[in-house]
Nanobody
C-alpha cells in the first residue's frame, strides 16, 4: 500500500492541526492504520492506531486526550486531529498500515513509508 501524508505545518503551542494520509494500491479497509512520529535524534514512535472498522483505537499516554485518529474507508484516507499541541509534539509524522493494531504497536507495518509531513510547534 502506498501512503501520502499531508497537513503539517507551523503552529503555536496550544494550537491544532489535522493531518491526512491518502492510501492507494491495496484494499484500504483490509488494514489497521496508524500514525508514527520521529523527532530529530529520537526513535520513531507510534502515536495513534485504528482498526480496519474504525471502532477501536489506541493512543499512548503522551497524546491521549489530545490526538484523535479517524478513517474514511470510502475515501481511502486516515486522519489525525491534534489539539493542545506542545513543543514536544514537534516531529515528522508518518502514517502506516498494518494487519492489526497489535502488530502496529510492535512496529510491524505493511508497505513502504511515505515521505512524512513536518509538524512544528513553536511560538
Amino acid at each position: 500500500v502506498q501512503l501520502v501524508e499531508s497537513g503539517g505545518g507551523l503552529v503555536q503551542p496550544g494550537g491544532s492541526l489535522r493531518l491526512s494520509c491518502a492510501a492507494s494500491g491495496r484494499t484500504f479497509s483490509d488494514y489497521a492504520m496508524g500514525w508514527f512520529r520521529q523527532a530529530p535524534g529520537k526513535e520513531r514512535e507510534l502515536v495513534a492506531a485504528i482498526t480496519w472498522s474504525g471502532i477501536n483505537t489506541y493512543y499512548p499516554y503522551s497524546v491521549k486526550g489530545r490526538f484523535t485518529i479517524s478513517r474514511d474507508n470510502a475515501k481511502n484516507t486516515v486522519y489525525l486531529q491534534m489539539n493542545s499541541l506542545k513543543p514536544e509534539d514537534t516531529a515528522v509524522y508518518y502514517c502506516a498500515a498494518s494487519d492489526t493494531v497489535a502488530a502496529m504497536r510492535r512496529s510491524e507495518t505493511s508497505g513502504s513509508w511515505g515521505q512524512g509531513t513536518q509538524v512544528t510547534v513553536s511560538s
